[in-house]
């Protein structure tokens, strides 16, 4: 049960306003956005997804759901995101401010 908790409160972590505000002051409104939607991809969708297999495919597929809210993989999802966004925005390194401090 201790897990379970550490891994929800490790999951709502990412969506605190303190946690977003510094992403989004390191990394940009990108990376934010990145993090928001693969959070609500995670935690709506792929349970929405078991379940609706669990409906129409079988049923040993609602296990999924609850174990979608558990299981995190921002930690692999997020960064393969954030490069194919890097990739098709043909943004080359050096030309990505990652601390977003402007001199105009």
């Known amino acids: 049960m201790k897990w379970l908790k550490k ?12 946690s977003l505000k510094e992403t989004f ?34 049923p040993s597929f609602y296990a999924g759901a609850p174990v979608a809210w558990v299981l995190c993989l921002h930690w692999l999802a997020v960064p393969i995101i954030w490069g194919i966004w890097i990739k098709i925005s043909n943004k080359k390194k050096a030309e990505i401010d990652y601390s977003c401090n402007h001199d105009h």
């Open 7 to 18: 891994q929800l409160q490790h999951k709502m972590e990412h969506l605190r306003w303190s």
């Open 25 to 58: 002051k390191e990394h940009g409104l990108a990376l934010l956005i990145i993090i928001v939607a693969w959070e609500i991809i995670e935690d709506i969708l792929f349970p929405m997804l078991f379940i609706w297999l669990g409906v129409n495919v079988h």
